[in-house]
């Protein structure tokens, strides 16, 4: 029971470091290495979707800035449109005001001038008249030269 | 035959064969053939439990495998801290081993943990581990200035310890064992049906573990103690 014997200790000693070792081969060895390579494997994995993700983030930043270019673009071109809109309106108007008051100016020439050509018609058929109804009372008193200063005479009288 | 003559039959550990090797006679003793047996378990258990070992869908054979051996060395490693690291390999195998031999009563073999001549050399092993862990993390001046810390007059006692600390080593598991076997065969023939299937719970289970983890405890303290 409690005979010490040298070769029993070291006989354990030599079991104990032949199973330390094969422990070491076939158990803790093994398994830290497939935990190792585990953990390997997912930081690889992390690494992954963290690029994947600034690319993501990366690619809505480009995308929102195309966005707001399109919008700023969008507004500009729609400024654009609605400032030549006016310009046009504004042009077309003063053309068609200028038109209009040029037509009118023709229209108020045209009517003085005939006015006058018709003042003037009259004036030599009232003319006409006169003289014939003055030879008709002069009758007799030939003399040409009465009648035309007797004309010149009325008329001037009636111009006045 | 009387009951300490059964007794002592059963503490005996009895020589089971000779070796020749070169001029000498190497006797094989009981427990060293119990400790081969329980090797040989153990070793089987580590191949099958680590063949086919995957990265991803893992096996439930994996998962166990993976989980003894989280297990294993958070309960070293909690006392052994980040330094001590590189012996926890060892400590697992000795707790392994120690856990096995305690109960393989169970199973009708004298446990090699009943010789005193293993314990002896468990605590052997683990005395030398100690200094040499504590000569390797500190270097010799260091190591030999720990025996005169904290003052000098405890320089005797520093050195006792060397050998008082392997010496309750191995008294404390073949004490522990041998106290257990001897308590649970007077209960067998006292009470004899159930009641001694209860106790082996606690003397041949429990107990067993308990001093397995004793002793691996003990060892990792003595190491952090030696290598800070």
Redo the contacts between chains.
């Keep these: 029971m409690i005979n010490i014997s040298f070769w029993s200790i070291l006989w354990t000693v030599v079991n104990l470091l032949i199973l330390f070792v094969a422990f070491r081969i076939f158990f803790f060895k093994p398994i830290a290495n497939i935990i190792a390579k585990r953990q390997e494997e997912a930081n690889e994995v992390y690494a992954k979707a963290t690029a994947k993700e600034t690319e993501a983030n990366e690619l809505a930043a480009q995308y929102e800035q195309k966005v707001a270019e399109a919008e700023t673009e969008k507004k500009q071109i729609i400024a654009d449109a609605r400032k030549s809109a006016d310009g046009q309106y504004q042009k077309i108007v003063a053309e068609a005001k200028a038109n209009a008051s040029e037509i009118k100016t023709a229209a108020a020439t045209e009517a003085n001038r005939e006015k006058e050509q018709i003042i003037a018609s009259a004036k030599k058929e009232i003319a006409d008249i006169i003289v014939d109804a003055t030879t008709k009372v002069v009758g007799g008193q030939t003399g040409a030269e009465v009648d035309s200063s007797l004309f010149d005479e009325f008329i001037g009288k009636a111009g006045e | 035959m009387t009951l300490a003559e059964k007794l002592?039959e059963e503490?005996?550990?009895e020589e089971v064969f000779r070796m020749h090797i070169g001029g000498y006679e190497?006797?094989?003793?009981e427990?060293?053939v119990v400790?081969?047996i329980i090797?040989a378990v153990?070793?089987l258990l580590?191949?099958f439990?680590?063949t086919g070992?995957?990265?991803?869908n893992i096996s439930k054979k994996?998962a166990f495998?993976?989980l003894i051996?989280e297990k294993l060395n958070a309960i070293v490693g909690a006392t052994l801290g980040e330094e001590g690291k590189a012996y926890t390999?060892?400590l697992?195998?000795?707790l392994?081993?120690i856990g096995l031999s305690n109960i393989i009563g169970l199973f009708g073999f004298k446990s090699?943990t009943k010789?005193?001549?293993?314990t002896?050399?468990?605590a052997?092993?683990s005395i030398i581990l100690v200094e040499a862990a504590g000569i390797y993390q500190l270097g010799v001046k260091k190591w030999l200035h720990k025996f005169v810390e904290p003052v000098a007059i405890v320089t005797p006692f520093n050195i006792l310890d060397v050998f008082t600390r392997p010496l309750s080593l191995c008294m404390r598991l073949f004490g522990n064992v041998?106290g257990a076997f001897v308590i649970m065969e007077l209960l067998k023939i006292v009470v004899p049906p159930v009641i001694p299937a209860v106790f082996s719970l606690y003397f041949d289970l429990f107990d067993g573990l308990l001093q397995a983890y004793v002793f691996v405890f003990l060892t990792s303290l003595y190491i952090k103690e030696a290598i800070e």
């Design positions: 002592v503490l005996n550990c190497i006797p094989v003793m427990s060293v400790t081969w090797m153990l070793i580590a191949i439990l680590t070992l995957k990265t991803q994996q495998a993976e051996y390999g060892y697992v195998t000795v392994l081993y090699p010789d005193v001549n293993v002896a050399a468990l052997l092993m041998l």
